[in-house]
């Protein structure tokens, strides 16, 4: 028996483990990350411990509906799935017709007590309809079949870019592509899409909104408006890179405490990270991350369904693709789109999502049966 | 389910595989992307950490500019005349009193603040502008110069006003108002021109206020002082946060003015309503120790702006208060040239002490008809230079500046300062006007006729003196030539030192002349004016208890025709001519000179000499004269 089958005959021995239905190494790195989250947002609040008070109630509710989503069995979500991605498209065309503006763009749907984002739903529910789609055929799927699944991935993609938010609409395309990518896609069709990829791109430049155009330049060259578009960019690189290798020190970071850094607190915490804690400290945030998506792709290999598979390598590489839009954006890589740092940045909706997407890898993990199907 | 069921069989085992590479190719991917993210950190952090370090730096530290408190100036008994006091604003900081702010809510909060301090529609109107231009947290100035009254009453309500609150900053101000006004001058707000025209304008970043006029223009440089520097921590707003290092300000110099403001008091009463001028000068330094010129107006008006209205009534005034007739007035000198005219005949050898002429009613040109007219109507018969001095005899001038001519003329008085500014420490010092063959050639664009040298021999014509370089001349006289700039500013008190450290006094090239007996020759007659009988401003000096040397001047402002007799009942009062005294005593040991020109004043000796006197006795005696002599004692008119 291989080592790791060892450890779940005794993951399986294990009392608690059995009630809670956890994996321990990605809970606990988990919690880490959403631990150092709560005191860089500490910092970049400015104190503010109300704040803090608030995010630390959502990453508790969070807790609660990953322990719970971890109970439910993945053979149930797999039969759920049609249904929540419909549910998902419909909200979706409900907000392209009837939904409020905020923020300039249609995404919140008001439903009396609460407003949220139907798109956030798109990003759990594309991946799960199509590893549901490619469940019962036969892998690797055919062209007719890759097709349909472009056909799932694409409506609500194209959708969420409606209104406008090409960042989730990005977002919610690469959960999708992912599980295509996995299902075992050739690699001669996938360099025929990246090429076609790149001849759209001036196509795509064609419909882009302004501002989207105003970002991608930006990114180019940063000190080109440097009190306008470039300023967030250049402001967030001055954080990063005068936080050198040991870092500012906590609270100590004054392009975050003075004000300098835009969004510090949300979209941009990263930065604030960066700047107190230094490279070293970037560094150890990286191993986590890259624990945490790597303990998922592994709890996919171990998946003995294709379905769990599917869903648990999509949602990994999703939360991966977060992490890196973030990153990348904040220090400079990627252009500014708007995507909190998962686990970190301040606000509820993608905790919701995330925490859900947690509790569906360790559903898997702690499903499984002992005998292959 | 599936809709459809599947047309293959799945292979377990194949899909598994295939999925455990593409797992493995993502898994590569994910770490070579974090790797990516990880040489962009080191990148930023390690590389350009010494570049990024700077600009973050740049970002939080900014230099301020800490104003130095401006130098006081003192009288030369030390009783100050400008000073630095804290006045009272009220000042509104919008980001303090609430967010969701409008006009209307605006003008509500105004109307409720106007209870305790009057807010007029003026300080609205600035205050919304200001309210849009402005960023959120910086303090909007509501009013100025509150009383005390209106700060305590704020005070007592202040708990209701969150964002309003009374501020105290330095202001200028001048204690003794107008009598300092055209000496001391006043500062004002920085123009944009004068910032612009500042050798160090850095030197001025933190300072609101520069010499305008006067002393505090002449002396800026030694009364600003030297900035300070604050390295203070700011936010993205760029509100000061913190202090982090700071260079503290050099205040400016003190000065000790060399005027006596009791003295300045003495002189301006004497005047009384008329309008004119005073300057009394220590003939042995060029010390100032009045300069006073009337009508005056507060300074302390224009030191934070004066209202349009203000300065209107100010500027349309007949009177013109806003000329400095001490240092800018021009005045014909009349009769007061003629000591120098003596001076000038003896130099020259066209005259000598003894030597008589026959002074009848008029003078008259060689083939010509104009009769130039003496002011005594039968003529002063035989005189000699003393005679002509002490009864002012026109005649024997008329006939002395013809004969030495207008050249020399000119060269001669020149030296004892007439036509040049005497570069008092002050601002708008006029040269008066010297006149000259070339001067009237190039000013004029015509020739020099003889009767203009007549006229100028007896202060009249062109000649224009202010009473500042009268006083200086007469001093001039009293030290026998020694001349010294004329000075508002004795001593300084540079930053740090306790002690005023005294200027010495600058002198002017001296007055030589050939044989220093002349001196002594114009000072006899000069002092036989007030001494003898028969001599123009004998009542000035009948009853003084030192010698006092003196000349009577009248000049005309209305040009007579040759044959008209003056007769002021007919003239409008602005037409009435100047009233003019020169001075000095004690006449064996001068300590102080002095000049008056009273505007239309009329006579020299009874209108211009008592001011003289008033002023000498204050210096002299240190007490006023006493009241003057019962009006019913007869006294010819003279001039």
Redesign the interface.
């Known amino acids: 028996m291989r080592p790791f089958e060892q450890a779940l005959h005794h993951g399986v021995e294990n009392p608690l483990l059995r009630v809670a239905r956890l994996d321990w190494p990605l809970f606990v790195a988990v919690l880490l990350v959403a631990g150092l989250g709560l005191l860089v947002l500490y910092s970049a609040s400015g104190g503010d411990l109300g704040l803090v008070k608030r995010q630390s109630l959502r990453l508790l509710l969070g807790l609660g509906l990953l322990l719970a989503v971890a109970q439910v069995p993945a053979d149930r979500l797999r039969l759920w799935s049609p249904w929540i991605y419909s549910a998902g498209l419909l909200l979706l065309v409900w907000v392209d017709v009837a939904g409020v503006i905020g923020k300039g763009a249609q995404r919140w749907l008001d439903l009396g007590v609460i407003r949220f984002q139907p798109s956030e739903i798109m990003k759990l529910g594309v991946p799960m309809m199509v590893a549901w789609y490619f469940a019962d055929r036969p892998l690797p799927p055919r062209l007719r079949e890759l097709a349909v699944a472009a056909l799932m991935v694409v409506v609500p993609a194209a959708l969420i870019a409606r209104q406008p938010d090409l960042g989730t609409a990005v977002l919610v395309g690469a959960a999708g592509v992912f599980v295509i990518f996995l299902a075992g896609v050739g690699w001669r069709l996938i360099a025929a899409l990246g090429a076609l990829g790149l001849g759209a791109a001036p196509v795509l430049w064609h419909f882009m909104h302004d501002y989207q155009r105003r970002r991608v330049l930006t990114l180019l060259d940063p000190e080109s408006d440097p009190m306008g578009a470039g300023y967030h960019i250049i402001q967030s690189e001055i954080a990063i890179g005068s936080g050198g290798l040991y870092g500012k020190g906590w609270t100590n970071g004054t392009q975050s405490q003075l004000d300098f850094l835009p969004e510090r607190s949300t979209d941009f915490i990263f930065a604030v990270f960066g700047e107190e804690f230094g490279f070293l400290g970037v560094l150890a945030l990286l191993v986590l991350y890259g624990f945490i998506v790597l303990r998922g792709l592994y709890i996919a290999t171990q998946a003995q369904d294709t379905y769990a598979r599917l869903l648990a390598g999509a949602l990994s590489l999703s939360f991966f693709v977060y992490c890196f839009v973030n990153m990348g954006m904040v220090s400079g890589i990627l252009p500014v789109v708007g995507v909190p740092l998962p686990l970190i940045s301040y606000g509820g909706t993608s905790m919701v999502t995330l925490m859900t997407a947690f509790g569906m890898l360790m559903s898997i993990h702690s499903h499984r049966r002992l005998l292959a199907r | ?2 809709a459809t ?8 085992a194949e ?2 595989a ?3 590479a ?2 493995g190719v ?2 590569a991917l ?2 070579a ?2 790797a ?3 040489g ?3 990148y ?3 590389h ?2 010494q ?3 700077t ?3 740049d ?2 530290v900014r230099v301020v500019a800490v104003p130095p408190p401006r130098g006081l100036i003192y009288d030369r008994n030390g009783v100050a005349v400008a000073v630095n006091l804290p006045s009272y604003r009220l000042e509104l900081t919008p980001s303090e009193v609430g967010r969701r702010m409008d006009a209307a809510r605006w003008n509500a909060l105004l109307d409720r603040l106007s209870q305790w301090v009057e807010i007029p529609e003026a300080d609205r109107g600035r205050f919304h502008r200001e309210r849009l231009r402005k960023r959120p947290f910086q303090p909007i100035t509501l009013r100025f110069n509150l009383s005390d009254e209106e700060v305590a009453r704020f005070a007592v309500h202040q708990y209701a006003f969150p964002g309003v609150q009374v501020v105290a900053r330095l202001g200028r101000h001048y204690p003794r108002a107008g009598a300092t006004v055209h000496s001391v001058g006043y500062v004002g707000r920085i123009s944009e021109k004068e910032l612009q025209a500042l050798e160090e304008p850095q030197n001025y970043s933190g300072s609101s206020h520069i010499g305008k006029t006067g002393v505090e223009k002449y002396h800026e440089a030694l009364l600003h002082g030297r900035a300070g520097l604050q390295h203070v ?5 760029g509100r000061v ?1 913190r202090v982090l290092d700071e260079e503290p300000p050099e205040p400016g110099a003190d000065l000790l003015l060399s005027l006596d403001m009791g003295l300045q008091a003495v002189a301006e009463q004497a005047l009384g309503a008329h309008t004119g001028a005073v300057v009394a000068i220590e003939p042995s330094t060029g010390d100032v120790l009045a300069l006073v010129s009337k009508p005056t107006y507060d300074p302390n008006a224009f030191v934070n702006g004066i209202s349009a209205q203000a300065y209107r009534a100010l500027l349309t005034d007949p009177d013109r208060p806003l000329f400095n007739r001490a240092l800018a007035g021009r005045y014909p000198p009349g009769s007061t040239i003629k000591p120098f005219m003596g001076l000038a005949g003896l130099q020259m050898g066209v005259i000598t002490p003894e030597k008589t002429i026959w002074a009848g009613p008029y003078f008259k040109l060689p083939n010509s008809k104009r009769k130039y007219r003496d002011w005594k109507r039968g003529g002063h018969g035989k005189v000699n230079l003393h005679k002509s001095i002490v009864q002012s005899c026109d005649v024997y001038f008329y006939d002395l500046a013809y004969r030495m001519g207008i050249d020399r003329i000119h060269d001669f008085l020149s030296a004892f300062g007439f036509g040049h500014r005497l570069g008092i420490d002050a601002t708008g010092e006029s040269p008066g006007l010297l006149p000259s063959r070339s001067w009237k050639q190039g000013a004029r664009g015509v020739a020099w006729f003889p009767g203009d040298t007549v006229n100028v021999g007896i202060g009249q014509g062109f000649l224009l003196a202010t009473p500042l370089q009268l006083a200086s001349a007469a001093a001039t006289i009293a030290t026998r030539g020694k001349r010294f700039r004329p000075r508002l500013v004795r001593a300084v008190r540079r930053p740090g030192s306790s002690e005023f450290e005294p200027l010495a006094p600058e002198p002017l090239p001296p007055v030589v002349l050939r044989d220093p007996v002349y001196w002594d020759v114009i000072v006899e007659a000069m002092k036989d004016v007030t001494r003898k009988r028969n001599g123009t401003a004998w009542r000035i000096g009948r009853d003084a208890p030192y010698t006092i040397a003196a000349k009577t001047g009248t000049a005309q402002v209305f040009g007579l025709k040759e044959n008209q007799k003056y007769d002021p009942s007919k003239l409008h009062r602005r037409l009435h001519d100047h009233a003019l005294f020169i001075a000095f005593a004690p006449a064996e040991d001068p300590q102080i000179a002095v000049a008056v020109v009273v505007e239309h004043g009329g006579h020299g000796g009874s209108a211009a000499g008592p001011v003289a006197r008033a002023v000498m006795d204050y210096h002299l005696l240190g007490r006023l004269p006493a009241p003057a002599a019962p009006a019913g004692e007869a006294v010819v008119a003279r001039r």
Not at chain 2, 5 to 12: C, I, S, T, V
Request: net charge positive; hydrophobic share 45%; aromatic share 6%.
């Open positions: 389910m599936p069921p599947p047309e293959e069989l799945k292979n377990p899909e598994r295939l999925f455990r593409r797992a993502a898994a994910v770490v992307a974090l990516g993210v990880a962009r950190a080191a930023l952090q390690i350009k950490y570049h990024f370090a600009r973050s730096q970002n939080r921590e700011i936010n993205a707003q946060l």
